[in-house]
């Protein structure tokens, strides 16, 4: 089944510019999601499309897509945005959602 | 405004069934897929499959095949994730979330916690 692989953890200062990767075989063929989970709480959707936002997403997440690597990018950050994210694809040769393993933002 | 309800947390011990249930409610209900997402304590969301409303169509994770079932009560906008004989190690937070276009999720119920223990 399809694999995707994120960093477990990332690291960025407050106002600073946090990049999250996604690796999977020929990603940039297939769209791709972002979550965001705080701790207690359930995920909420950030990018969809690869690039897209729902409404009441600040402008500071985008998403890009290309090759073997998908990226959410996170500027000027915040304290807030201390969580796990997580990408997701839809593999067409299972028939089934993967997620990727996840990766904790840290603000320091 | 879109919700989903999810059942409250359960208690169960090994070889009990268990069926844990999703109501949606502000859209549709027969329209979208519902899906199931298991988080395991300390670990990352895994895609256990998803149903659709209107007519029953179920697509499930090869990981989770057999070992649970899912169902919907279109009738009263409800989704379901039950086990027939729970295992310790389905002790986790369940989510359902709503599928649209692409297959995102675009909707999550706010989970519900499954502890299985003797």
């Known amino acids: 089944s399809y694999v995707l692989t994120q960093p477990p953890s990332v690291s960025v200062a407050p106002g600073k510019t946090a990049r999250i990767t996604c690796g999977g075989n020929n990603i940039g063929s297939k769209s791709v999601h972002w979550y965001q989970q705080k701790p207690g709480q359930a995920p909420v959707l950030v990018i969809y499309y690869d690039s897209d936002r729902p409404s009441g997403i600040p402008e500071r997440f985008s998403g890009s897509n290309s090759g073997n690597t998908a990226t959410l990018t996170i500027s000027r950050v915040e304290a807030g945005d201390e969580a796990d994210y997580y990408c997701q694809v839809w593999d067409s040769s299972s028939d089934q959602g993967v997620f990727g393993g996840g990766t904790k933002l840290t603000v320091l | 405004e879109v919700q989903l309800v999810q059942s409250g947390a359960e208690v169960k011990k090994p070889g009990e069934s268990l069926k844990i249930s999703c109501k949606g409610s502000?859209?549709?209900?027969?329209?979208?897929?519902i899906g199931w997402v298991r988080q395991m304590p300390g670990k990352g969301l895994e895609w256990m499959g998803i149903?659709?409303?209107?007519?029953?169509?179920?697509r499930y994770s090869p990981s989770f095949q057999g070992q649970v079932t899912i169902s919907a009560d279109k009738s009263i906008s409800t989704a379901y994730l039950q086990w027939s004989s729970l295992k310790a190690s389905d002790t986790a937070m369940y989510y359902c979330?709503?599928?649209?276009?692409?297959?995102?999720?675009?909707?999550w119920g706010q989970g519900t916690l499954v502890t299985v223990s003797s």
């Open positions: 502000g859209y549709s209900f027969t329209s979208y897929w």
């Open positions: 979330a709503r599928q649209v276009t692409a297959r995102v999720f675009d909707y």
């Open positions: 149903i659709y409303p209107g007519d029953s169509d179920t």
